[in-house]
Structure formats: C-alpha cells, structure tokens
C-alpha cells in the first residue's frame, strides 16, 4: 500500500478538510516522526504467536531496522504493546490493567487470528475472548496463525504510518475515546 | 548494637510475598508465580494456572479426529508436530491401520527436527534469562534453518499440522533430504560454538550449578519427564522405552546424568540436540519409497473403547487418552501434558535458593504454558 493511499484515517482527512496552519502541522509531524521511529514494543506474549514475534526481533527479520529494537518488559516504558496470542477470560482484566499502565501515547497491535476474533477457539470454546478489541481499542490487525514475521513488521509499518497522520487535534481526540472504553 | 540485631531479626520473620506474573519476560508466557521471600531466600513458590485455558479438551469433544490435530499444534507449539504425531498414532492404533514405513520414517525425522529447535530455542532464552542476550540471536539464527525446511514441506513455519490420521498430508519436498542434510552438516559445526558461548562460561555455571536440586526419588514421585527428569537420572525415555514410530530401527543414546541441578538439565538438553542429529543422519538417507499416505475414510470413526498412547516430546511425555462411543468425535480426550507436570515439582526444586535463582530454575524447566493450561 502506497502513501498516498493511506485514506482510512479520519485524522488525515479531517486535517485536509479543515486546512490547519503551517506551524502546528511542522510540529506535529516533527513529534511524529519521532515517534513512529522509536516504537517501543511490551514483552507481552501469550502463545505461538510470541515465538513469531521473538523471531521477528531475531537477526533474520531484525525488528531493530525500524526502531523497535527494545523489548521492555514494563508497561510504563511500552509504546506500542502486540497483543501476541488468545486472550482468555481469567488473562483479559490483566491485559486491561497492562494498557492503563501504558503512557500516552499507546497503540495497540492484534497479532493472529486469536486476538483478532479468537481465531480456532472461535466456536466451542467457553474461555477465549473473541476479539481483543472488546477488551481495548485495536490499532492495526496483523491476520495468521500465527502471522509470518515479515505479516508483523508489514503491521508495524502500517503502525508508523498511521502515527505519521496524527496531529494535536485527532490525539486528543484518540485519547478522550480511549479513557471512555 | 545488640538491639538492633534484634530488631532486624523480628524484621526478617516476616514474610514478604510478591507477585511473578502473569506479565513478566522470565515466566515465558503468561504464568504467575505467588512467591513468599524472607529476604531474599525464597520460602514457598506457589504456581497460579489458567491464565491461557482454552478448553481444548472441551473443544475436542465437538469436533472430528482430523480436526483435533490442528489443536493440538497449539497447545505445545514448540512440539507442534509431535503432538500432531501423538493424536494421529492413537487414531490409527485404534483403528488398526498398518502406515508405510516411508510415513514413520518422515515422521521421526520431522520429531527430531521439531526437538532440535525447540531445544535451540531453549538455549537462546534461557541464556537470555540468565543475561547473556547474545544467545538469543545465536540460538535464533539457526533456528531459522530448520523453519525453512519446514516451509518448503509443509507450507507453514512453526505450527505444522503435517501429520493426520493414516499418514501425511502431503509428500516431502523433492529438496527435502539435501536441505536437512545441510543443516545437519552446518550445525554439527555451529554446535560447539553453543558450549563455547554458554556452557564453558563461568558466570554462568555460577548461577547453575547445584541450584534447583531434584533428586531422583523426587522426580519419580512428582512424575517429571523429559530432560528435567533425565538429568535427575530418571531413565524415561518414551522412545527407548515403547518405541513408536521408526525409534525401533535407530540406534540412539538416551542422555542421563545424575546430578539434577539446573546445570544438568541444560546439558540434557545439548545432548539431546546431538543425539538428534545422530537419529536424523541415520534415518536420512534410507527414506523407503511408497506411499505417503494410507486412504482413509472420508468421516473416521473410533470403535468404542479407550485408547491411550504417549509420545516423548522436547519437554517429557505427552500422552493422548481418547474415550470413544463409536462416534465421529470423541466422548472424552485427555492430554497428559508433560509442563503441567514439571511444573509441579517447581515449589520444591526452588526452596531455599535466591530469587534470582528462581528464574533459572523455572528456565530450566523449559515452560510453554498453553501446554500447561490446555
């Protein structure tokens, strides 16, 4: 997907409708820049897919190209947290608790199948979350069981490039609807 | 001064209980750890599972044979292809088929490439756990390797799914033999580069050696399998002991020591990585020719009756126990999973040792956890 396709981010329409002014758009995509290329992941991982993403920071994939190259194992330290896994119903107050813990701002990556819709415990199980979105808000959807590892840098590609969009307005935006959920 | 000893003798009688999980990078997962300190000595580990229970062996009552091997790739996803062997195994021991020699030979093949990553990537974090994070990419790197003959076969990475009930789902890759012949010639040489990094090191038998003791009257009562129970000096070894697949035409060591600390159970497993390649270098280049597959009915269907079957997977015995009523899915499956199992001798093996040294131990162990919760 070229840039210039990215279209499905209100943010980015909203800021061509409206015309904001040159300095506050300088800014903004100075802080964006910034941070879409330090994108520190959590080490959260709760199956398969943690291996791929462990793959995914190994040297033949190597995360670190495109600065997410440290794992941090708090959630105050995260920007960015890949919910790599199922979630279950005992695990999905945690995950809850992991994404308060985060500081603004905080994106989120559904990696496989699980996280997106529960993947193969979609039907008959009685434990697994269908879908991590119904327990905090999902940025990107990486699909696989479990997703290659070139499937989850393409997602954090698509990261960078929707922080790249954001500007002052659409943050607080994002952040007031993320404290309601 | 002799108050204030005092005073930090009441200090030290309290016990101070801390939380290890279910978010933490040293429990592999998402298993939590309940662990009461004095100091820091550690006086009891208590183990909270559940945190990634799916249900499978409730799911399994609701679907078909064939269905159920693409579960069982997910509970153990290290071992992903014996599981698969596992369940399919016991579908054709109840229905009395007799497979191929080619599909037991592959078969075994595969069982020992899924053991040599999955202990090379024990190797890489469990020295990323003991803070040697060159053993990750080392361990991670020829990894790889093997993920790449698996493509080419199976069409997937790391789960699998190549084994179904009657044979395989396909035939092996006309590369296959060449390209497993060339990783075993590169890591026969990329192996002693492991023990020059990590075994030899001294800081790191510091923190191993004579920690986490298991004796082996321990480890027969707990019931642990795999290489924690071999280093313990438990011969128990499913493959020696009731040989399945092609595991009675190989000639292979069964790696045991005696010692059972958490040194030891990382040289099982080295070992076994080399004793791996000793099976794959036999079995290699006598790949008989036939089918790859026997032709089974379109909808399996189990005679009444219980069935049980064990396999040794990269961490112990995994064993498979179906109950069947006649129908097209089964009335009960159990999985005998060998992590739950070790990880009960956990509180034991870590009592009396550092907190620090708690990560080693549970590391040794090699803890997938939806194995544990199923």
Redesign the interface.
Known sequence: MKKEEFKDNESLELLRKSGTNILLTTVDSVINWGRKNSLWPLTFATSCCGIEMMATGAPRHDFARFGMEVYRASPRQADVIVVAGTIVNKMAPVLKRLYDQMSEPKYVVAMGACAISGGPFFLNSYSVVKGVEHVIPVDVYVPGCPPRPEALLYGMLQLQRKIETENIKSRKKRIAEHSTK | MEEQVKTTGINEQEEYVINMG????STH??LRLVVSLKGEIVKNVEPHV??????IE??CE??TYPQII??T??MD??SAHINNEAVCLNVEKALEIEIPDRVKVIRTIMAELTRIQSHQ?FWATFGMDLGGLTC??YG??D??RI?DIWEETCGS???VSYSCPGGLMYDIHPNFQKRVKDFIKYFRKTLPEYDQLLTGNVIFRERTMGIGKLSLEDAVSFGVTGPVGRAAGFSCDVRKYEPYSAYDRVKFNEVLFTEGDTYHRYLVRMEEMRESMNIIDQLIDNIPEGQYAVKMKPVIKLPEGEYYQRVETARGELGVYIVSDGNKNPFRIKFRSPNFVNLAALNMMSKGFKIADLVAISGSLDLI??DIDR
Request: hydrophobic residues 40%; positive net charge; without cysteine.
């Open positions: 279910p978010q933490h990078p997962g998402v559940g945190y990634i229970h799916r249900g409730k799911m609701s679907i693409h579960l790739d997910r996803y290290l990537l990750f990419f991670l790197r990894r790889e993920l990475r790391m789960i956890i939806p």
